[in-house]
């Protein structure tokens, strides 16, 4: 059997690598549609993939993701988790968030809106 030169594995690790530097630039492009926008005109409704705490008495821990506005959601999320205790009416939203926090707010945000908004 003849072995592989030099320069087509060197091609071919090239093309791998390249190949895995632009996937997740591929994957970004979806944020960028909301790069024109502005942060205070996005959509801040219900994305309707929480059940109806009403209509289910069990116990519910969702963890959702979303991405992060401007150039950093073309690679980054936002995640927090939502959790409904047995029998309640209604979710409780955790959320870490950086932004303030050095003019005093807390990190860990409570309820700073609905379980699944956007």
């Not at 219900?46 to 993701?65: C, F, L, N, R």
């Not at 003019?103 to 409570?110: C, E, K, M, S, W």
Request: hydrophobic share 45%.
């Amino acid at each position: 059997m003849r072995a592989r030169s030099p320069g087509r594995a060197r091609v071919g690790r090239v093309a791998v690598l390249g190949a895995l530097l632009l996937l997740p630039l591929a994957a970004g492009c979806a944020a960028l549609e909301r790069l024109g926008q502005n942060w205070w005109d996005l959509r801040r409704d219900s994305s309707g993939q929480a059940p109806d705490p009403a209509a289910t008495p069990d116990a519910v821990i969702q963890i959702y993701a979303a991405r992060t506005v401007g150039w950093r959601g073309v690679m980054a999320v936002h995640t927090w988790v939502t959790l409904k205790p047995a029998g309640a009416l209604t979710y409780t939203r955790y959320e870490v968030m950086g932004w303030g926090v050095g003019n005093g707010a807390p990190a860990i945000r409570v309820n700073r809106s609905g379980p699944d908004n956007y």
